[in-house]
């Protein structure tokens, strides 16, 4: 989509911010369900393949949505992977923010999710090893993870998945978040020269969007999907962007502990910025 001569705000926008929407909504009910279908055998697996566990999370992180990332805090709290595993399925995961990368720019999503699958385990295995040598201490429990016992009945489903969960706490502020997004590229385009701020500066544009990617939130990463996508900013910030942010799934981390939400972000964020910077350094 051009923006660049475009007005402040037009019907354009909105219908643009529509599809976009719709596509995501789709997707995230596909995502949900295949979850739903699946998520109680995976503790089950877990224990019985030990070896596997920085697999896993990893690609829980990988789905599309926030399930996946929910799940690995889960797994996590109750003693099934190591704060290594959690931190790699942390760095996999986009979020809602994945959904609008493949509506928006398919090709560049499937090399961002390659790219963060590669580099979520060799970092989940650093981090395990270093949290052990320098001995950082981290919340450790064991309990069974319980599961609505009615998940397979079509009206539970449709209320506790569909209405309660993906669009009363994600697809308003899907449409909102992106409509903004789309608002903001094009009035800094139009007003501010933001995109030859964002070529002159690409060092900084890599800052503020891991310092973005410190909030828990998901949404604020779609303007850097959005001045990608119309060529603003180069691959490297929106790799290191969706390397940093972890959306909501630190929200329930935070509330677990906070000294292991520290550490996680901590190594998280020395991820993203060294592979930002080193992608960024042979001209991507």
Known sequence: MDLHNHSIFNFEILVHTLEITAIVFSMMVFIDWIDVRTRGK????????KAYQYL?????????????????????MHGYLTIGALLGGMIATTGEASLVMFALIP???????????????????????????????????????????????????LKAHIWQHIIKKHIWRIFLWTLFAIWLVNVGMKFFDLSNFARENPQLMLLIAILIGLIPDIAPQFIFVFLFAEGIIPFSVLLTSSIVQNGHALLP???????????????NVLVGLSIGLTVMAFGF
């Open 253 to 267: 981390l935070l509330s677990y502990s906070i000294r292991d939400t520290i550490t996680v972000k901590s190594f």
């Open 42 to 49: 995976i503790p089950q697996w877990i224990n019985k393949h």
């Open 107 to 157: 090709s560049t999503a499937v090399k961002i999710h390659l790219i963060l699958f590669l580099i979520a385990i060799p970092a989940a295995i650093l981090t395990d090893y270093l949290v052990g040598l320098l001995k950082i201490s981290h919340e450790r429990e064991c309990e069974a993870i319980e599961y609505h016992q009615d998940e397979k009945s079509l009206l539970h489903y």
């Open 56 to 76: 896993i999370p990893n690609f829980l992180g990988l789905t599309p949505g926030c399930m996946g990332a929910y799940l690995n805090v889960s797994l996590y």
